[in-house]
T-cell receptor
Framework: GAGVSQSPSNKVTEKGKDVELRCDPISGHTALYWYRQRLGQGLEFLIY????????KSGLPSDRFSAERTGESVSTLTIQRTQQEDSAVYLCASSLVLAGYTGELFFGEGSRLTVL | AQKITQTQPGMFVQEKEAVTLDCTYD???????LFWYKQPSSGEMIFLIYQGSYDQQNATEGRYSLNFQKARKSANLVISASQLGDSAMYFC???????????????FGKGTTLSVSS
């Protein structure tokens, strides 16, 4: 597709269940990011993948959060044993790494997670 | 570690006036890039403008300009001739590393909500 695609767009789950959120970046974009945005708040960095380098996991808030990326394509963010404070919009973004290019991020529309 | 600070939770401006949104940053890396994004109530993230640490000129894009003061480590966004459609949340962000390189993760400030009235 032309843009970053995220699914599901909305997810309602019960406390304690596991959830998986999917991100399909723009083709050719080697950099992929996950952010969390609570209602009315800023973007909280979670994890950053760049090509074949080890991901920067420094933003993951607890060991209940993990993410994988298959090569330079799809990424999955998994939240285990969800808690109510995990309720947020999870934004995925990708960018092109190219000499002289700014490397601006292109964002998906987000996955809204509600934990009851 | 890199850090981005936006000290204005909310700003109010009349249509057609100019407004400045503040952003300060902290990094020990001489190579870095600064970004501004707009997030309207619809939730989409819209890229506005980029400034590289080695860029000689302040960046401009239409009604948006970046007042880059390297010694003060500030990168304020100036919006000229405000429009009602400018009402949104605005985020400043920074990545360490040179333009065109992968660099570090892009870290965002907490944002400023801009309200434009007629």
């Amino acid at each position: 597709g032309a843009g970053v695609s995220q699914s599901p767009s909305n997810k309602v789950t019960e406390k304690g269940k596991d959830v998986e959120l999917r991100c399909d970046p723009i083709s050719g974009h080697t950099a992929l990011y996950w952010y969390r945005q609570r209602l009315g708040q800023g973007l909280e960095f979670l994890i950053y993948f760049q090509g074949n380098s080890a991901p920067d996991k420094s933003g993951l808030p607890s060991d209940r959060f993990s993410a994988e990326r298959t090569g330079e394509s799809v990424s999955t963010l998994t939240i285990q044993r969800t808690q109510q404070e995990d309720s947020a919009v999870y934004l995925c973004a990708s960018s092109l790494v190219l000499a002289g290019y700014t490397g601006e991020l292109f964002f998906g529309e987000g996955s809204r997670l509600t934990v009851l | 570690a890199q850090k981005i600070t936006q000290t204005q939770p909310g700003m109010f401006v009349q249509e057609k006036e100019a407004v400045t949104l503040d952003c300060t940053y902290d990094t020990s890396d001489p190579s870095y890039g600064l970004f501004w994004y707009k997030q309207p109530s619809s939730g989409e993230m819209i890229f506005l403008i980029y400034q590289g640490s080695y860029d000689q000129q302040n960046a401009t894009e239409g009604r948006y300009s970046l007042n880059f003061q390297k010694a003060r480590k500030s990168a304020n966004l100036v919006i000229s001739a405000s429009q009602l459609g400018d009402s949104a949340m605005y985020f400043c962000a920074m990545r360490e590393g040179e333009r065109g390189q992968a660099g570090t993760a892009l870290i965002f400030g907490k944002g400023t909500t801009l309200s434009v009235s007629s």
